[in-house]
């Protein structure tokens, strides 16, 4: 059992999928929000399709939306943008 929040909150099909794909989400919820150091992710670097919050990336973009944590989705933005916005956010911000 993790102790984050539960994926179930962020997900609109969470009944329809099995528990492996489940666990997969949960993992999500783990990986931004205690990374190795047990604090939560600066910022969260991802593609996805015309940017669409969708599938699995979209449980991740609900995560870190729900925690303020900045999206840098490259299906919106040139890579350069991404690096641009990735190095203006102060270190250490949680």
């Known amino acids: ?26 993992r999500n919820v783990a990986i931004l929000l205690s ?10 670097l ?3 399709p015309g940017a669409a919050i969708t599938g699995g990336t979209g449980v991740a973009l609900r995560i870190a939306a729900a925690h303020g944590m900045p999206v840098m989705n490259l299906g919106a933005l040139s890579p350069r ?14």
């Open 1 to 26: 059992m993790l102790p984050y929040p539960h994926p179930k909150k962020l997900h609109p099909a969470w009944d329809r999928y099995s528990g492996t794909v489940r666990k997969l989400h949960a």
């Open 35 to 44: 990374n190795q150091r047990g604090r939560p992710v600066h910022a969260v």
């Open 46 to 48: 991802c593609w996805s």
């Open 81 to 94: 943008a991404a690096c641009e916005r990735l190095l203006a956010i102060p270190a250490g911000q949680t």
